[in-house]
């Protein structure tokens, strides 16, 4: 099979800003670890204050992707999927984990390479959040961690046939995990009361800290992770060879990267 070339290529600036904004991004999910709550003034600061960061980052990054980057075939492809995985969220909603949004992401982001998958992951959780009321203080994280569930779709290992949507429903399972594991961080802190045994106690070493925090991961957050990563693992089993081959045969007629030619007449050769 010829390789595809991705639908949004990654300049050298572009991803010296993402490398960036993911050390970032680590940060910001990590910081009951970094920063003891009341640092700010307030207990509720900090989150607020990387969620802001994130929004100014988010934005940033896109735009030095999209910044010769992306041209008008790749930006109405990356608005058709937003569509569909905004209109597509509210049928799972978050019921008991499932999460029907994170496997268009991962089957894009394999197609179309990860800065589609990056653009892809930040956009959908934005027009979702804007259909659904979602809008809150942690939408800049859930925007973060799905835009990197996208663009890591788009590192994973070359395969073909069956042993491709293997591939696919394993990180898409793995995936549902991570982002469950890093969206928790962001509010661990105050959820819960300080004398309990798996809350956040500031002060004590990273080792009982992050065991305190697998603790608390595990009771409270298991059984919607499981959720969400068995709803990745079917709907790529069951829908991934056909949405794969539409995906793939849209960006065989697009040809994203393909340069543009005039004719005399100022007709586009190229389409």
Known sequence: MTALSPAIRIRPRAAAVISMAAFLGIVAFFWPFLVAPGKFGSNYAPPLIFGVLLVIVLSVVVSEIAEGGINS??????????????????????????ETVFFILVLAGRVFGPGFGFTLGCTSLFASALITGGVGPWMPYQMFGCAFVGMLAGFLPRATGRREVALLAAYGSVSGYLFGFLLNLSFWPFSLDPNSSIAYLPGLPFTEQFQRYLAFDLATSLGWDTGRAVTNFVCVCLAGPAVLTVLRRASRKARFQAPVRFDRTGADLSA
């Open 73 to 98: 075939k790749a930006l109405a492809m990356l608005g058709v999927l937003s569509a569909v995985n905004a209109a597509i969220r509210p049928l799972g909603a978050g019921t008991a984990g499932i």
